[in-house]
């Protein structure tokens, strides 16, 4: 059974407890998400203090991330990693990311609604990967003879 405390719910991460969402950085990041042979996926939430779309899709994040406790949900503070934002091209907040099995497979800036954010999710969950990486190893392959 997951330990809580007030305001907080642990389930068992990767080797270690993490609340509903974990904070994403450069040094975890290797940790948190899976690459090409990793079987999971994670959603990303690129955020800021300041931003008032950010705090308003804050709570809609978390309920996903209680709603779906199988699933890796990370928040990635833009002011603290402006290296990390930089990698994944953010220019707008908040803006949600999708890693799964190493591949980036959605990234969209804007907060969701609840129930957008929901129909996302089942959407991920059905993609189907080995045709994923088969289109992102043509491109490859198409943009290496360009």
Known sequence: MAATWPGRHLRKGRNHEMSNTVELTKENFDDIVPGPE???????????GW??????????????AERHSD?????????????LAAAFGIQSIPTLAIVREGVLVF????????A???????????????????????????????
């Open 107 to 114: 990234s969209q800036p804007g907060a969701l609604p609840e």
């Open 51 to 64: 931003c008032g779309p950010c705090r308003q899709f804050a709570p809609v994040y978390e309920k996903a």
């Open 116 to 146: 957008v954010f929901e129909d996302l999710i089942g959407q991920a969950r059905g993609l189907d990967m080995a045709e994923v990486k088969r289109k992102v190893a043509e491109e490859q392959a198409a943009g290496g003879q360009a």
């Open 71 to 83: 699933l890796v949900f990370a928040k990635v503070d833009t002011e603290a990693q402006q290296e």
């Open 38 to 48: 990793g079987k999971d996926f994670v959603f990303i939430d690129f955020w800021a």
